[in-house]
């Protein structure tokens, strides 16, 4: 069937726009102005895109059959200690649904490339955020419980998650209305400073990953004595942790293909296992909140704050509404220049598709 079918072309580095060379990948680039039916084509054929996309399309149905098991299998509506896992599931079936869309839409325009990310970036700002509520309602250690950093938590990783939107799509372009206008993207960091930019947005999103894990760092490596909820749920949660790090280290990198340019550009580059690492990093930490949640459970509903919709649900909800607004607030001006005619962009593309 797919031999009826023509797929799109791919191009090498040199005949596609700087917005969207990736580092040390040489080969294997779509055209900078697909359609949308060929960039869901592309699907189907091998290009530098292609395990991006899918190594985090299919485990998001991984995840939403887990977040459905959760809701068929137990009572969610009576039960409010569930909620906080109910959160993270659904924030699990947020991001990598959001990544593999971006990966899919970004080569329609260097507009759309921006937007794309700029929404990939608030969806792992949200899981950020679900990460945070479910340690706030079964991982952090007995000592914590009730202190005022427990009730302060969550209201920090609120605002964590503005911060880290925010940083993440200002990496990108700068700040809107100011570093890049109507008629021409001035890309700001990662036209004049790729590393720049790349370094902002490893800070977008260590900052809260750090801060969300305070408690689990607090309660596996320094906590002594009583009150250290010393369990066999330590395992996972090492396991979670060694991956993360890993997780970060490739995409800090870009290696191996940073060894040997063009050598990995289709299959084995570190976007691909960083896409991988993340979603089985994602798997154990699931585990361990699962298994921590059934464990301590009586002690928690007994000692812990009381879940409620407004430290769950709520703040999810609040969340999302403040990283679309600014998500909106990078775009628009994108959005209008695009409205004026597409001849401005054509001036910021340093190399033309040849051929």
């Not at 700087?18 to 900078?32: A, N």
């Not at 990544?99 to 608030?122: E, N």
């Not at 260590?206 to 969300?212: E, G, H, K, N, R």
Request: a positive charge; proline letters at 5%.
């Amino acid at each position: 069937m797919l031999s009826l079918i023509k797929l799109p072309r791919v191009f090498t580095i040199n005949q596609v726009p700087k917005v969207f060379h990736e580092d040390s990948i040489i080969s294997g680039y779509r055209h900078p102005r697909s359609s949308a039916t060929d960039c869901i084509l592309s699907l189907f054929q091998l290009t530098n895109e292609t395990l991006n996309i899918w190594t985090h399309f299919l485990p998001t149905w991984y995840f939403l059959w887990k977040l459905l098991t959760v809701v068929l299998m137990r009572d969610v509506w009576r039960d409010s200690f569930t909620w906080p896992l109910l959160v993270f599931l659904m924030s699990c079936c947020v991001y990598p649904l959001a990544s593999s869309c971006a990966h899919t839409f970004s080569t329609m325009s260097t507009r759309a490339r921006h937007i794309c990310f700029f929404f990939d970036y608030g969806a792992l700002s949200l899981y950020s955020l679900g990460s945070a509520i479910t340690y706030s309602a079964y991982v952090i250690p007995d000592k914590w419980v009730n202190s005022s950093f427990h009730q302060c938590y969550i209201p920090i990783a609120v605002v964590n998650t503005v911060i880290c939107t925010t940083l993440a799509c200002y990496s990108r372009l700068g700040l809107p209305y100011i570093q890049y206008n109507h008629d021409i993207i001035k890309r700001f960091s990662e036209c004049k400073s790729p590393k720049f930019g790349k370094f902002l947005r490893i800070l977008a999103f260590a900052v809260p990953y750090l801060f969300d894990n305070i408690p689990l760092f607090y309660r596996l490596f320094l906590c002594v004595g009583e009150g250290c909820t010393d369990n066999d749920t330590n395992a996972l949660h090492h396991t979670h942790i060694a991956v993360a790090f890993l997780t970060a280290f490739l995409f800090a990198t870009h290696l191996p293909e940073r060894l040997a340019p063009g050598s990995f550009d289709y299959i084995g580059h570190s976007h691909q296992l960083f896409h991988v690492c993340g979603i089985i990093g994602t798997h154990f930490q699931m585990e361990a909140i699962e298994q921590d949640m059934v464990t301590r459970r009586q002690w928690l509903l007994t000692y812990s704050l009381p879940i409620t919709v407004t430290n769950t649900l709520g703040a999810a909800l609040l969340s999302v509404t403040l990283s679309l607004g600014i998500i909106f607030l990078f775009s628009l001006p994108l959005l209008w220049s695009a409205t004026r005619g597409e001849h401005t962009e054509k001036k910021t593309q340093s190399h033309p598709i040849h051929g």
